[in-house]
């Protein structure tokens, strides 16, 4: 899962921000196709998450779960009013060809950078704190209850940072962070006696 939001956010148009609409023009099909998606893998990230904390309890434990909870509600009410308000509001200004295009570039400016749902705004900000905070707390719970190693806190806590800000190559970099602390912890849970291995052999 964590790869295929990967691909999917490769495709995020680019851009300084500064001129929202001409970054847009001939690009609102992939730029609503990714938005869309995001408002897929949002959660599905979340449940990912989630199932790497199976069985790991604690205070570090439940703050990530809860945190998570924060992310998946407010990033994704800001994908829904930033990333798809910022496309349909494209889509229906290149259908009303007796608007110039400064006009245009005025009101999709305007409407993206309000404080309410630019990347700095309530939504965009709680959703991201949350993503962190979950991101953060998961590797404390796994470094103290499950033996994970300092590199997987590590990569963990910056793959919540890159993955808030989720164009390439912030984004994409971010999840490949995940997948790789997610690796070294089962890696290293592998390698892992069983619970009783070493009283069984002592024994022996």
Known sequence: MPVAWAILLLFHPGGEGTDIYQDLDDKVTVFMVVHLGMLVFIPLFAIAVFLLLRGVEGTAAQVSRIALVFFVIFYGAFEILQGIGVGTLVDELNGLPEIEEATRE???????????????????????????????????????????????????????????????PYGPSGLALFVIAVLLFLRGQSRAPAPGAHDQVGSG
């Open 106 to 168: 005025d009101l999709v400016q305007d409407f993206a950078e309000n404080i309410w749902f630019r990347n700095l705004g309530v939504f965009g900000a709680i959703g991201g704190l949350g993503l962190l905070i979950a991101m953060i707390a998961a590797g404390v719970a796994l470094r103290g209850r499950a033996g994970a190693p300092l590199s997987v806190v590590i990569l963990l806590s910056l793959s919540g940072i890159l993955i808030g800000a989720h164009p390439p």
